[in-house]
């Protein structure tokens, strides 16, 4: 098992670590469950096929991100984005709150 600097978020499903307290960016984020939140990198997890997606802030390409371990759907990565306000985004990932645990 390799070790993470804590705390950390982890699959609320199996627990396998998924992203840093530290790499967290942003908790104002809401998604189909309800808020979630945006961080610059994600671990132990596996991207889905990309696609075009209309937000209220603009049009993206986004992928969907899958825990490496159960495969739960965690939230979305933000793969390009066609408005510059929001470029920002692009390379970060969205994980709702409701699918992760944070651990000390
Ligand atoms: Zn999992």
Redesign the pocket.
């Known amino acids: 098992m390799e070790s993470y600097s804590h705390p950390l978020y982890s699959?609320r499903?199996?627990r396998?670590p998924v992203a840093l307290a530290e790499d967290l960016l942003s908790k104002s984020f809401v998604a189909k469950s309800g808020k979630a939140f945006m961080f610059s990198q994600a671990m132990n997890t596996v991207l889905g096929k990309k696609y075009d997606k209309p937000l209220i802030t603009g049009n993206f390409t986004i992928a969907d991100l899958y825990?490496k371990?159960?495969g739960?759907e965690l939230g979305w990565k933000y793969i390009k984005c066609h408005e510059k306000t929001q470029s920002y985004k692009v390379g970060r990932f969205i994980i709702e709150k409701a699918k992760i645990v944070k651990e000390y």
């Open positions: 699959c499903k199996c396998t825990c371990t159960c739960e």
